[in-house]
């Protein structure tokens, strides 16, 4: 696992990464995926989400990126320069249907 941004959109967590990352090549092979989401606080509560990955790939994730973008920051100063940051970066949306959700209590 590694240290991700999540968001939510209709129902699935989603994420921006990388076409060339490890998580995005191995969602690939095997579209079973878990992680771990914190609190801001990081040192609380916390989750554990299993479930199935789609990796949507541009120029299809276009929209999506920016949504997600929207959700977790507002407005960018230039969507234009995001939207190409976005090409430059060879960026993906993974999006994870929940299979499995927990804890379902904190001790």
Same mark, same amino acid.
């Given at each position: 696992?590694? &240290?991700?941004?999540? *968001? $939510? /959109?209709?129902?699935?967590? $989603?994420? +921006? +990464?990388? =076409?060339?990352? %490890?998580?995005?090549?191995? %969602? #690939?092979? @095997? &579209?079973?995926? +878990? #992680?771990?989401? !914190?609190? @801001?606080? !990081? !040192?609380? /509560?916390?989750? /554990?989400?299993? *479930?199935? %990955? =789609?990796?949507?790939? #541009? &120029? =299809?994730?276009m929209d999506l990126l920016v949504a997600y973008y929207r959700d977790i920051s507002g407005e960018h100063p230039d969507w234009d320069e995001y939207r190409d940051a976005m090409v430059s970066d060879r960026r993906v949306i993974m999006r994870i249907t929940p299979t499995r959700v927990g804890p379902t209590r904190h001790g």
């Open positions: 696992m590694s &240290p991700i941004t999540v *968001g $939510v /959109q209709d129902g699935r967590v $989603v994420i +921006s +990464s990388r =076409e060339t990352a %490890a998580k995005v090549r191995n %969602a #690939l092979r @095997d &579209p079973h995926v +878990s #992680l771990c989401a !914190f609190t @801001d606080g !990081f !040192f609380g /509560q916390w989750i /554990q989400v299993d *479930g199935t %990955a =789609e990796i949507v790939h #541009l &120029p =299809e994730a």
